[in-house]
């Protein structure tokens, strides 16, 4: 199929799911976005808005986030009365699962050794290994990956996961489907289908030819939203690429990518994080506006300039004295951290009943027969150790667990969590 009609094809499918927008509740003061930077906001970039050329629409919702259409499985609260006093009803809410669709670069330049061993410039000279005794740098995200992936298995709940290469012609070939389905693992390292197939994946891959990161992305959000009906949760692209678009050099065609991402982030619940190897050093700004627009800016003031040489909002692991190797792992830690994070729904009033007031929120965590309530906690970011809470996110549809208070529930089998509706929200002292 040309990259024309793919283009085509997924502007349509933007615009079929723009025209279910639901509004959900309003903004306040005491609510606020995740004032942490790094990737745990997790949702919200601003990239993607305005008009649509090709159909559909970000629009602000008039509280600082944005309309969002939820995961598919909005928790409805019933008999809530937003008059009464102090009149709490209880919602019963469970970790959201995560779907994560690998995107990464196959292409020739990954044959080589990574920086110091081998420069960029070189590299782009002669795509072959300076020193054949040290890992090039395909090698080196071939383990990264399975290794992050084997990482999965102990998550709970269990993630799906998958992976698409690019390109898939050894040119400039737009995959159509993953090289590996979307699937759920089973959480026995030893014996998992879905993991066998994922590595033998990945020990099979030969790099060669050009880098289509727009048509491939468009690919990958295509591929996630055809198939919203078999996930259950929050959806993930991972985009990784050590090189610059050489397949689409039409006018318009990084922005037309940047603003999709938006409305994949903002209208369909499909995030995008975007890993820069060595290589990609051209492309900062691309990069750093897509991660920006895709809901996993690195913070709130990140530089998203599309043409900025030092755009910074995606992870960037070419900076002088970056070790890749290194940096690889620590950014698929962090990834797996925000994709399996304790993330829940805020619910849905009933149909005819106002929105939920974000400041009558509060969170129970039950564990056997003692139970406790989990403080709002603005005065950190989410991810500080410190905090001790729970936080909304940009759009205040989403509650976060914070901290130590994440990992503890996490690694409670018995641990339940409740929402409560109606009642003063607890909040840590500023």
Known sequence: MKLSSKLTIIAGVFAVSASVVVACGSSSDSGGANPGGGASAGAGGGGGSGADGGGGMITPDGGGGYIDVGTGNDVVSEGFDPDAACAASTVSATLTPANILFLIDRTGSMNCNAPPTQTSANCNNNPTKVNPNEPSKWEITRDALSQAIQGLEASNPLPSVGIMYFNSDDFCGIPSQPNVEVGPLNGNASNDPKLNALQLSLNGVVPKGETPIIGSTMSAFQYMHSHEADFTGNRFVVLLTDGAETCDTRPGSKEFLIQKAGEAANLVNIRTFVLGAPGSEEERGFLSAIAHAGGTASSPTCDHDLT???GNCHMDMTLPGMDFADQLQKNLEAISSVALSCEFDVPKPAPGQPPVDPTKVNVKYSSGSTSEYIPQDNTVACDDPNNQGWQYDSTQTKILLCGQVCDKVK????????????????????
């Open 308 to 310: 900025s040489p030092n």
């Open 411 to 430: 690694s409670d089998p018995h641990a339940s969590i409740s929402i409560e509706l109606g009642c003063q929200t607890q909040v840590v002292p500023k």
